[in-house]
């Protein structure tokens, strides 16, 4: 599968010591460039030195700019995604992120049972990462009202600034 993404991870060119993380939802248009739009606008106003990226487990989308609900919310917060293409998760990612985020529960099997036995990604549910919301999914927008896409710009931007705190303090404890 071709992969889309300019700014694709590399570990021999990007800093291995820089966490890298993959954010994953099932598209790959709606919730998951949220959470990578989110993650790197809190990164780089924190002067958190990281590395995101996001994909979906299913096909369809591969190639495609995130839904236009999702562009439009990212746009009243400052960010354009318009830019984002589309891609499915492949086994190189579990070696070449250092997390990898699911953002629903049905995202977390389908990933953990694609992952390769000695993948060395860490992978945790989204939320886990946000104190009292730990074992909930960020509810999927596709098919409900555009508001939806606002209570995943809120779930995505919380998690996002919770990650950077834990990941800034090594704290992260995102065990497989
Ligand atoms: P996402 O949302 O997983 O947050 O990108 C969806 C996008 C597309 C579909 C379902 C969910 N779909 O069925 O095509």
Not at 64 to 90: F, K, M, N, S, T
Not at 119 to 141: E, N
Request: with cysteine.
């Amino acid at each position: 599968m071709a992969i889309a993404r300019a700014r694709y991870y590399d570990p021999l060119v990007n800093d291995p010591q820089q966490p890298a993380v993959l954010f994953v939802c099932l598209g790959n248009i709606c919730r998951s460039p949220l959470a990578q739009a989110a993650f790197e606008h809190a990164a780089e106003k924190a002067r958190f030195p990281a590395f995101a990226d996001s994909a979906g487990t299913g096909d369809w989308h591969i190639g495609c700019p995130p839904d236009l609900r999702a562009q439009a919310v990212a746009r009243r917060h400052g960010i354009d995604i318009a830019g984002y293409r589309a891609r499915q998760i492949e086994a190189a990612d579990y070696y070449r992120f250092s997390h990898i985020f699911p953002l629903d529960h049905a995202n977390l099997k389908d990933i953990l049972e694609r992952m390769p036995a000695d993948g060395t990604a860490r992978v945790r549910l989204l939320l886990d990462m946000v104190d009292g919301r730990a074992g909930q999914p960020v509810a999927d927008p596709y098919f409900g009202e555009e508001a939806g896409f606002d209570i995943t710009w809120r779930d995505v931007t919380d998690a996002a600034q919770a990650l950077i705190r834990q990941l800034a303090r090594r704290e992260d404890g995102a065990g497989k």
